[in-house]
């Protein structure tokens, strides 16, 4: 099967992906905006086949890009999704994990927030995001694992952008990162895939 999704992604990407700077790929039109059902499930499929074997509990991500890659790993997994909230909403009390998240695109440093109830000790956490470039949402998000106490199997992107090093330096912590599309550089306007 990840033969099959890695390529749908690619001519997806080479399709209908805007090269908006050399750091920047929009992707708006199927992933993060408007969202292709059918194209994230079988994503959500690939993610719980390649992970299959680390008994995950509970799928983690950051609103609101994440949430439709996660739902659907969830769904084929059939465990719970959670989403890291951008900002503690009044409904969220004192138990709750925090941690603190750089958006690139946005240029801004915002905080997010889980409910102590929803992660603990006991659970197998696999993070779950659209992309992957400096790696900054998921360091927000395994501070929130790691003050829940509970483990961290690994990271699954869709579309990694190599070139910004997130995916390195978590490797390099010894975190098993999964991507499933990872592009080299998008300078001068073009898509360069690495795999």
């Known amino acids: 099967m990840s033969g099959d ?33 059918v194209l994230m499930l079988k994503v959500g499929e690939e993610f719980a086949q390649r992970f299959a074997q680390e008994k995950v509990t509970k799928v983690l991500t ?24 951008k900002r503690q909403p009044s409904t969220i009390g004192s138990d709750a994990y925090f941690g603190k998240v750089r958006s690139f695109t946005k240029e801004e440093v915002v ?8 992660l603990g000790p006991g659970d197998r956490v696999l993070i779950i995001d659209d992309f992957l470039a400096s790696g900054e949402a ?10 829940a106490g509970a483990k961290l199997v690994g990271v699954g992107t869709v579309i990694e952008k190599v ?7 978590l490797r390099k912590q010894g975190i098993r990162v999964e991507s499933l599309v990872q592009i080299g550089t998008l300078s001068g306007g073009k898509i360069e895939f690495l795999n």
Do not use: C, W
């Open 138 to 147: 998921v360091r927000g998000l395994i501070k929130i694992i790691q003050q």
């Open 5 to 37: 999704v890695v390529e749908l992604l690619k001519e997806k990407i080479r399709r209908e992906g805007k090269v908006i700077s050399e750091d920047i790929l929009k992707v708006d039109s199927f992933l993060n905006h408007q969202i292709d059902p």
């Open 163 to 169: 070139f910004q090093n997130g995916g390195e330096y």
């Open 111 to 118: 905080d997010i927030v889980v409910a102590g109830s929803y």
């Open 62 to 85: 950051v609103e609101a890009s994440g949430i439709a890659v996660a739902l659907m790993t969830g769904l084929a997994l059939q465990v719970p999704v959670v989403f890291a909230k």
